[in-house]
């Protein structure tokens, strides 16, 4: 009695031959050359495996018809009565990118590097996402073997919050409070790593991509 939710969850896959405007800006860029388009597969930039959303409304059990305080009145009533919490909660996981090379070996031409392992951490930080040591750059005029998107960035969990209340104002009319809050938490939603094998940072994260919490006041009137 008094709340509702909602949740949805999506399970996808994506995959293309290309980065495109609607890549959803992600990081797996374009193929090495032309002559081989069969190794230019991979996630699109806007893959994103797993993506969850929990939507919920939930009037405060305080006041008139409520649980507690429901025989208070007055100023008390007023106060205490009629407040509404809301919000949007998302967990997502990450989206694909490209492991390059900080010096290509084709004359200009893009230079992706030989994989020889996975990549992967058992516990990547910001500080060293993937594993470097498992990509070397290939010899020189030739096209290394690791993929498209192969590896992914870190996911996210966010926090959307709303705290509002009606108070009558008269002749059906009222004015809303409202007090709302984003990424309540301030989860720094971490971007992508420096992909480039040979530069001093490769694997370190240094950007964000969502922006840190921030709240806003507003009054509306209902007539």
């Known amino acids: 009695d008094g709340y509702q939710f909602l949740i949805t969850y999506t399970y996808g896959k994506s995959l293309d031959y290309g980065a495109s405007a609607a890549s959803g800006g992600g990081a797996v860029g374009n193929g090495?050359?032309?002559t081989n388009m069969d190794a230019w597969k991979g996630p699109s930039g806007f893959d994103v495996r797993h993506r969850a959303v929990i939507s919920y409304v939930y009037a405060l059990p305080f006041?008139?018809?409520r649980r507690w305080m429901a025989?208070?009145?007055?100023l008390?009533?007023?106060?205490?009565g009629g407040w509404q919490l809301s919000g949007i909660t998302l967990l997502t996981t990450g989206r694909p990118f490209t492991v390059t090379l900080q010096t290509g070996v084709n004359n200009g031409a893009p230079s992706w590097p030989n994989r020889i392992g996975s990549g992967k951490l058992d516990d990547p930080s910001v500080d060293l996402w993937f594993n470097t040591a498992d990509f070397v750059a290939p010899p020189a005029n030739t096209y290394g073997d690791s993929g498209r998107g192969i590896l992914y960035g870190p996911g996210h969990v966010n926090f959307d919050t709303s705290l509002s209340k009606r108070f009558a104002s008269g002749g059906g009319s009222n004015i809303e409070f409202r007090w709302d809050v984003f990424n309540l938490f301030n989860h720094p939603g971490f971007g992508f790593p420096n992909t480039a094998i040979g530069n001093i940072n490769a694997g370190r994260i240094s950007n964000t991509l969502v922006d840190n919490r921030s709240m806003q006041f507003a009054l509306k009137f209902n007539f």
């Open 32 to 34: 090495q050359t032309i």
């Open 71 to 74: 025989d208070s009145g007055g």
């Open 63 to 65: 006041g008139t018809g």
């Open 76 to 80: 008390m009533q007023a106060l205490v």
